[in-house]
């Protein structure tokens, strides 16, 4: 779907209602679908404001704009008018159709690289910023498989569980969208500069937030609510009882998404949160097909190219090999080691009993199914598989 480009007053006008202090998008909307445009709404009589919607939100419509309200015009004009960049309203038929269906949908979108992505069916993979090295395996694994299946991977570029989800997608076929609590010139976390060049690439990053807006506390929920909107079904990996991924699963499930979770060891404080979910009604699943067969999506078409970058990708297969295969080779006391630590972390006081076997001996063991790639060494001196059978 093409964006219709709109003229400086026209952006002028979005621009001031979407700032205004106070207007909320729900509000906006009823005073959009009442007097049409906001070129319209702005020339409307504050009674006429007032009678539709209440005097606050009138006051705040026919507001002076700020003193810069000037120089932010102008920036979103650069902004919008350089390459790989899209400026969609709610009126634009470009807009992305599933936040249609939003009670609040933002008025005013930002976009950075492939706007077409925001109406292909998409899967969300959030979890926590603290991600297990097995957990960030797993998002990486499912997430490559969905964009393989054809569906464009959702997430908010955030450290940990986001991160891995989104270089997971952009291996595959589909892509990714990370939706941002930032304005969309702006990078947080900062060490992800390299990983955001690639999805506006390849994929999209989509802002509701005016350019220059830098990352604050309130603004997540603001986005998970977004990538909730945005998607067909939402799967948590990993996550605390306290988390934001909970709050993407509670509002998909209040728009009528599917929401999945991984689970995991009764031990582990990032299953909780799955758990949880899983008890409240969330589907559980072990492996990418779980998911798309969910979803009534079939298993990874041919290899071909990736509609947005044009690049030729291969895809991967959609599980890791069986544990046995790749144990075959393990001598006996790697084995049963590796057998001791079982799909939950353990500390090595844990291990030696349950191996009896002596402290060098254990070390030395460890230490090469850490460098076979078997298992992985956690903080705390923990040890978790590097990859768990099927």
């Not at 920036?75 to 470009?94: E, I, K």
């Not at 899983?278 to 969910?294: F, M, R, Y």
Request: proline share 8%; aromatic share 4%.
């Amino acid at each position: 779907m093409q964006s219709i480009a709109k003229t400086d007053q026209e952006v002028a006008a979005w621009l001031r209602l979407t700032m205004a202090p106070g207007l909320k998008p729900a509000v906006l909307r009823i005073l959009l679908t009442r007097f049409g445009l906001p070129e319209a709404v702005l020339g409307q009589p504050f009674e006429s404001l007032a009678r539709v919607t209440d005097e606050t939100s009138a006051r705040a419509a026919l507001g002076a704009p700020g003193a810069d309200f000037a120089a932010q015009l102008d920036g979103v004009l650069a902004w919008r008018d350089a390459p790989g960049n899209t400026l969609l309203a709610l009126d634009d038929p470009a807009y992305p159709p599933a936040l249609l269906t939003m009670p609040d949908p933002p008025p005013l979108l930002y976009v950075k690289g492939h706007p077409a992505l925001l109406h292909t069916r998409s899967v969300a993979v959030v979890g926590s910023r603290s991600a297990t090295p097995q957990g960030a395996e797993d998002a990486r694994r499912f997430a490559h498989a969905f964009s393989d299946a054809g569906l464009v991977v959702v997430s908010g570029l955030a450290l940990g569980i986001d991160a891995a989800a989104h270089r997971g997608a952009l291996a595959g076929l589909a892509g990714t969208v990370a939706v941002v609590g930032t304005g969309a010139d702006v990078v947080y976390p900062p060490a992800h500069h390299g990983l955001a060049q690639e999805i506006a690439a390849s994929g999209a990053i989509l802002s509701e937030w005016p350019l220059g807006t830098p990352a604050r506390p309130a603004h997540f929920p603001q986005r998970n609510r977004l990538i909730a909107g945005l998607v067909n079904g939402v799967l948590i990996v990993e996550a605390a009882m306290r988390s934001g991924s909970l709050i993407t699963a509670r509002l998909a499930n209040e728009m009528g998404r599917d929401v999945f979770a991984l689970p995991g060891s009764i031990h582990a404080p990032l299953s909780r949160g799955c758990h949880r979910m899983i008890k409240q009604g969330a589907k559980l699943v072990e492996t990418p097909e779980d998911v798309l067969e969910e979803l009534g999506v079939s298993m990874a078409p041919p290899a071909g190219r990736n509609a947005a970058s044009g690049q030729r990708s291969l895809p991967l297969p959609l599980s890791a090999p069986p544990v046995d295969a790749a144990q075959s080779s393990l001598v006996p006391d790697a084995q049963r080691l590796l057998d001791a630590l079982g799909h939950a972390p353990a500390t090595l006081e844990i291990l030696a009993a349950r191996t009896e076997m002596d402290g060098s001996a254990l070390q030395s063991t460890l230490l090469q199914l850490e460098l076979s790639g078997h298992l992985s060494a956690l903080p705390g001196g923990r040890y978790v598989r590097a990859s768990h059978s099927r």
